[in-house]
């Protein structure tokens, strides 16, 4: 199984031809686009959503990510084996959160002209070079034969939590379809408490670190832990993101009651 | 075959981590997305589009539909068995239209922890319980082990139409994305008749009740019977619900000329 | 393999229904999307994607394509068999720059009731026509039972570029997601040069003829032989037909220095 990540959006064929590229090489593969609609050139935002996904699959499963900036330039082009599945786009780190997540064997610079298209686009290795190599190991290449073995790749900056008296500073990681603001502190750095102060960028809330959002009255505030083990800040049936003009990258403080 | 249909968008992870569940359970599952576009919370919407597009899907096929906004409360969860297919979501209407529409013959109540994820989250359960139990169920198992048969499930609140003197009033169903105006009125509603007085909120038309948009000149309004049998209000390659200002809800009466 | 194409958007269950006519015909159809977000009625843009995509399908594939404005009227419905694979869908341009470009061998006028819906939507043929027609293909039937082979079809108005001077003048065909404007000047007709002159509408920029966007710096101007092999002008990480406030169907100009 392959899947697809990236910041082409749904509107234009890029996405198209790199399923038409896969197809013509294994008319047997299952494609399954995790999203298109990475912001454009996001890669902090390509390796979070990556990351959340790829926990899901199953064992063997290729994931091709491409949000490329430096596509044509001397950035290097990886296959990644994990202990569960493959990895396959740029070394600019879109790939090595969720890689190393799932513990990383070995790293493979792809450079064989062999499983790459000819006359290569300089400017869409997304499907001249990601989707073909994708294809080409689905149909049961081995990984050692796409390039040399390398030891490392690159790593996007994610800022770290950071403790501060009784609270953590973290910041906002994604805000999400819904609008529900999703931060980089993780379940284990909260306690068992019902309330919490949070501070995003200047203002400030009470609010009750609930379950589900149903806890609280339509429209109303709360905390929560989402679905992916980060605390998030959430308004009951509402965008929490719109109605406190909330941004990416905002500082977050959150402290117990 | 299994299809999907949400209010979670395409630009985040959540499609994806319900497709990542139902392959890791069942590798060999066909999925296939009706839309994730159904607005925010909109269960009225969300019931009214998995009835249009189901109706045209093979008997057998196993609907998923998770517009849930009291996921995590006591709302209870659905398997309903009908005459042609299977749905799975949450108890709060978004199910009844479409499986009425099918013949209903067995609802039950999703409990059987053997079909849901561990740590089912308390935002998710469109993930760790609907995705997980329509794996297992296309995989072949027998759809009274996931739970008690139960009695009832709750319908969502449609408005019927009601007749006034010669005509009939009803109101704006959907709204599509070409700006078509999707009434609730039916085609066994209408009459023989070639031209019909169309109010709704405060405007009056007069239309050709017209078999398709080339009937009147381009950016001309008309109506029509549209493709699920309602009445629509249209602009012939323009849209008419941003050219007249007209919402979802809003008033339509319609009588013959 | 079936690739669906169209001006139908993703909000609502047009796509889904074309999909489940598919399926219910054809339980082993391959279906994938090649985009469904064309402008509405944009025939060109339609013509344009269609082209860039199949491209890149295995032979034998069938592609759909529906923007469909005169739906219901008397305009044909076709079937055109090319050197590589099929094109099915309205006789109003969309289908002919794709198929000319693979060679074509027989159109067929789609009119055998058998292969059709029964009680064909006025509105719909997109599910009532295409699809069943493809799924139909897709299982077996040979072309020529669908209906009368005819000799022609209609050709979308697509500008030529014309010389000037030492130069060539054409338009924007297409500005893509990521504001990138894709021009119809072909490779072919470029030289062996370093720095053009380019004026669209009554801007004027000169600029380098980069390999790739990484060659200057971010936030600059560039020209490049797209992917597409056309000469774009882009922005380094940028959007470049929003700085510029650059639409289609603008004139272009280019000159090398």
Do not use: C, W
């Amino acid at each position: 199984m392959i899947t697809l990540t990236s910041d082409f959006g749904l509107k234009d064929s890029y996405v198209a031809e790199m399923k038409g590229v896969i197809m013509s090489i294994n008319p047997y593969a299952t494609i399954i686009d995790i999203t298109h609609e990475i912001n454009k050139f996001d890669i902090k935002m390509g390796a979070f959503i990556l990351t959340s996904a790829t926990n899901y699959f199953p064992k063997g499963s290729i994931h091709v990510a491409v949000v490329d900036p430096g596509v044509g330039t001397d950035r290097r082009g990886l296959l990644v084996q994990t202990k569960k599945s493959f990895f396959v786009g740029p070394d600019n780190g879109i790939l090595s959160l969720a890689s190393q997540n799932q513990g990383i064997e070995h790293i493979y610079q792809i450079e064989n002209p062999k499983f790459i298209r000819t006359n290569v686009s300089s400017t869409f290795h997304g499907r001249d070079v990601f989707a073909s190599v994708a294809a080409h190991l689905d149909k049961g290449v081995e990984p050692k034969f796409f390039g040399p073995e390398i030891s490392n790749l690159i790593n996007p900056e994610f800022t770290k939590t950071v403790k501060k008296n009784d609270g953590i500073i973290g910041e906002v990681l994604h805000i999400d379809n819904f609008g529900n603001i999703i931060t980089n502190i993780k379940i284990q750095e909260l306690f068992e408490i019902e309330k919490v102060k949070v501070r995003i960028s200047n203002q400030q809330f009470e609010l009750v670190l609930a379950r589900t959002y149903g806890q609280v009255k339509t429209q109303h505030p709360l905390a929560l832990i989402g679905s992916h083990n980060f605390l998030e800040i959430a308004v009951n049936q509402g965008n929490a993101a719109e109605k406190y003009n909330i941004k990416i990258d905002d500082e977050v403080e959150v402290t117990p009651v």
